[in-house]
């Protein structure tokens, strides 16, 4: 399993970016994906999750309205869309997903929000 995240990098307050995550080592499209994020000194905090077919997507309240995860089972790819970004939302970014009751994660792409 590999997932690989791409994307990330600096943006004023207020402003857009979307994340990629390209996964490859398993059936992608019969598996859940999330995103985490972790700020320095914080805990990994997931921000965002999708079904396998992309029909249920949960967030969290301090993401919800301003993401939106989304997927393209025939590329592999999951997506993070991040609107009105704030400067709390710096942090690194990580593709997830389990298999087997193994998880596996990204090596995680930085996103900074600062002006």
């Known amino acids: 399993v590999q997932l690989v995240e791409s994307g990330g990098g600096l943006v004023q307050p207020g402003g857009s970016l979307r994340l990629s995550c390209a996964a490859s080592g398993f059936t992608f499209s019969t598996y859940a994906m999330s995103w985490y994020r972790q700020a320095p000194g914080k805990e990994r905090e997931w921000v965002a999750g999708?079904?396998?077919?992309?029909?249920?997507?949960n967030y969290p309240d301090s993401v919800k309205g301003r993401f939106t995860i989304s997927r393209d089972n025939a590329k592999n790819t999951v997506y993070l869309q991040m609107n009105s970004l704030k400067p709390e939302d710096t942090a690194v970014y990580y593709c997830y997903t389990t298999k087997r009751g193994t998880a596996y994660w990204g090596q995680g792409t930085q996103v900074t929000v600062s002006s």
């Open positions: 999708i079904s396998s077919a992309g029909a249920i997507t």
